[in-house]
């Protein structure tokens, strides 16, 4: 780093810090036991100023260490996290952390970087970097990195009475349920289905619920959900063919009110063209490993990844809106569903601004479609409020139509009393 690089990266945000007393507090918890219980913090730089810096957002508690070889003779030891500085990216530094990954178990590192290129996130998680983390540097986030980070090691640590492990592959718990969130015209309101189904599920449910925005071109998952996300789709994909459970849950972000985790749609469109159905499949496979629920929220078009994710989802909701075009865009979806074998049991259409203002009667409608909607959502002006304001109504609204439409629907699959599901009450036939 030239004296330049480390001014930017030290200068950025420094006021800000100590300020608030809130986050103050929670630093204090986290320092003082509560998070970080029975694990060291460190920090790693050959950069002074850069250490201090590092060190001044953990309120100095933690040691300072100026190489890689100085901290080493901490390893193996008590379960440690360290942070480690922009010196700690160069080639010879990752294929030291590499070595340190393969030997210890205990030891989680999150790497602070001034700038974050894609190669560069890859190359750290693939030496077994927990997180990177880049300038301008939130505190609030690193914290909560840190703490994760510390939670997976106490929880993995033999002598542990901390925190359940988060349940992986092969540790005999049963693959999550992959719900999709599909529709055969834009705006019929799939991206508001979506992310309120998925924050009563997060609020209803033990595992982890992850919400995958599934529309790679523009994607509105994060701003409805009030998020700046450090990682989208496109660094999961990115490194897909070496990603594992535990890589995956660093790229996500967590949504505080629910604890719903998110990968959010990549921030340049362009980014959609170089994924593949089989990539979004396999994310899809990994992720529903440890989670009890995986909701994927899609574009209103048929190509080669809605299609994979279609043919890997236990159920799928379809959302319609109540209008001439959407109903005649439905029952085309429903006639391609068909021909593409999905079984009718999977499908479950939700009629969205559905009451009594709409010109269309939906009982004529479903009549039209051979088809009962599972949910009638009424059209009500809380929910463009929730969008804008970032917190879906059933966070913000919670008293409305809309909100109780959409916690009954995430119950049918949180129960297991979809149309697939064992509770089914009567099943709905979509074709014929
Ligand atoms: N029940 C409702 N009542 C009132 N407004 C609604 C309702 N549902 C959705 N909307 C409005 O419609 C807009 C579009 O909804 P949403 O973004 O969920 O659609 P979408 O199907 O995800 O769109 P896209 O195809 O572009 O991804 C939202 O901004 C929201 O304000
Ligand atoms: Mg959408």
Same mark, same amino acid.
């Given at each position: 780093?030239?004296?330049?690089?480390?001014?930017?990266?030290?200068?950025?945000?420094?006021?800000?810090?100590?300020?608030?007393?809130?986050?103050?507090?929670?630093?204090?918890?986290?320092?003082?036991?509560?998070?970080?219980?029975?694990?060291?913090?460190?920090?790693?730089?050959?950069?002074?100023?850069?250490?201090?810096?590092?060190?001044?957002?953990?309120?100095?508690?933690?040691?300072?260490?100026?190489?890689?070889?100085?901290?080493?003779?901490?390893?193996?030891?008590?379960?440690?996290?360290?942070?480690?500085?922009?010196?700690?990216?160069?080639?010879?530094?990752?294929?030291?952390?590499?070595?340190?990954?393969?030997?210890?178990?205990?030891?989680?590192?999150?790497?602070?970087?001034?700038?974050?290129?894609?190669?560069?996130?890859?190359?750290?998680?693939?030496?077994?970097?927990?997180?990177?983390?880049?300038?301008?540097?939130?505190?609030?986030?690193?914290?909560?990195?840190?703490?994760?980070?510390?939670?997976?090691?106490?929880?993995?640590?033999?002598?542990?009475?901390?925190?359940?492990?988060?349940?992986?592959?092969?540790?005999?718990?049963?693959?999550?349920?992959?719900?999709?969130?599909?529709?055969?015209?834009?705006?019929?309101?799939?991206?508001?289905?979506?992310?309120?189904?998925?924050?009563?599920?997060?609020?209803?449910?033990?595992?982890?619920?992850?919400?995958?925005?599934?529309?790679?071109?523009?994607?509105?998952?994060?701003?409805?959900?009030?998020?700046?996300?450090?990682?989208?789709?496109?660094?999961?994909?990115?490194?897909?063919?070496?990603?594992?459970?535990?890589?995956?849950?660093?790229?996500?972000?967590?949504?505080?009110?629910?604890?719903?985790?998110?990968?959010?749609?990549?921030?340049?469109?362009?980014?959609?063209?170089?994924?593949?159905?089989?990539?979004?499949?396999?994310?899809?496979?990994?992720?529903?490993?440890?989670?009890?629920?995986?909701?994927?929220?899609?574009?209103?078009?048929?190509?080669?990844?809605?299609?994979?994710?279609?043919?890997?989802?236990?159920?799928?909701?379809?959302?319609?809106?109540?209008?001439?075009?959407?109903?005649?865009?439905?029952?085309?979806?429903?006639?391609?569903?068909?021909?593409?074998?999905?079984?009718?049991?999977?499908?479950?259409?939700?009629?969205?601004?559905?009451?009594?203002?709409?010109?269309?009667?939906?009982?004529?409608?479903?009549?039209?479609?051979?088809?009962?909607?599972?949910?009638?959502? $009424?059209?009500?002006?809380?929910? $463009?409020?929730?969008?804008?304001?970032?917190?879906?109504?059933?966070?913000?609204?919670?008293?409305?139509?809309?909100?109780?439409?959409?916690?009954?629907?995430?119950?049918?699959?949180?129960?297991?009393?979809?149309?697939?599901?064992?509770?089914?009450?009567?099943?709905?036939?979509?074709?014929?």
């Amino acid at each position: 780093m030239t004296d330049q690089d480390v001014s930017d990266f030290t200068n950025f945000n420094f006021d800000d810090f100590g300020m608030d007393t809130e986050l103050d507090e929670e630093l204090h918890a986290a320092s003082e036991g509560s998070q970080f219980a029975g694990v060291s913090l460190a920090v790693v730089d050959s950069d002074q100023a850069v250490r201090d810096y590092l060190g001044s957002l953990f309120d100095g508690r933690v040691d300072a260490a100026g190489s890689l070889v100085e901290i080493e003779t901490r390893l193996g030891l008590a379960p440690i996290v360290i942070v480690l500085g922009p010196s700690c990216a160069d080639s010879e530094s990752l294929a030291i952390i590499e070595g340190w990954t393969r030997v210890h178990s205990n030891v989680g590192t999150v790497l602070v970087t001034a700038e974050l290129s894609t190669e560069l996130l890859q190359r750290a998680l693939r030496v077994g970097i927990k997180d990177v983390l880049s300038a301008p540097i939130d505190q609030e986030a690193l914290i909560q990195t840190v703490t994760r980070i510390a939670d997976g090691l106490v929880s993995t640590s033999p002598q542990s009475a901390g925190p359940a492990p988060v349940p992986t592959a092969g540790d005999g718990q049963e693959l999550g349920q992959v719900l999709t969130v599909f529709s055969t015209k834009g705006g019929s309101g799939k991206s508001v289905t979506a992310t309120n189904l998925g924050v009563v599920m997060a609020q209803r449910t033990d595992r982890p619920v992850v919400l995958i925005d599934g529309h790679l071109q523009f994607g509105d998952v994060a701003v409805m959900l009030k998020l700046q996300p450090q990682h989208t789709v496109m660094d999961a994909i990115s490194q897909i063919d070496n990603a594992d459970a535990s890589m995956l849950q660093a790229l996500m972000t967590v949504h505080e009110p629910s604890g719903l985790l998110v990968l959010p749609a990549p921030v340049e469109p362009t980014f959609a063209d170089q994924v593949s159905g089989a990539q979004m499949a396999h994310l899809v496979e990994i992720i529903r490993t440890f989670a009890g629920h995986v909701i994927v929220d899609l574009p209103a078009i048929f190509n080669e990844v809605v299609l994979s994710i279609i043919e890997i989802s236990d159920e799928i909701v379809l959302v319609a809106g109540l209008d001439i075009p959407n109903i005649k865009n439905v029952k085309i979806g429903l006639s391609t569903l068909s021909l593409l074998n999905v079984p009718t049991e999977k499908l479950h259409l939700v009629l969205n601004r559905a009451d009594s203002k709409v010109k269309l009667d939906v009982a004529e409608v479903e009549r039209t479609l051979r088809v009962a909607a599972v949910a009638h959502v $009424p059209s009500d002006v809380v929910v $463009p409020i929730s969008v804008n304001k970032g917190s879906p109504v059933v966070l913000s609204a919670t008293k409305s139509g809309v909100a109780r439409a959409f916690e009954q629907l995430a119950l049918r699959f949180i129960d297991g009393a979809t149309a697939s599901g064992s509770a089914s009450s009567g099943r709905r036939k979509f074709f014929g």
